[in-house]
């Protein structure tokens, strides 16, 4: 890939017979490398894994903060 903008355009160009749209663009935050998520944070976050090569196809949900 010769720059980001390439893959983010790449990415943003998906698409499936069934009208997928992908909307996609360059974040250029900071994220601080050498952070440690224990395993008991990695167990709590709420993944679904798919029937389908759950492995590999899976959605995060958002956590519920409130309490």
Partial sequence: MVTHQVVVD???GTTN?????VRAQL???YYP????VTD??????PITKDDFHGEWNYTISPMDRSS
Avoid: R, Y
């Fill in 17 to 21: 017979k069934g009208g997928l749209k």
């Fill in 10 to 12: 790449l990415i943003a």
């Fill in 40 to 45: 008991k944070e990695l167990a709590s976050v």
């Fill in 27 to 29: 974040d250029q935050g």
């Fill in 33 to 36: 490398t050498g952070i440690k």
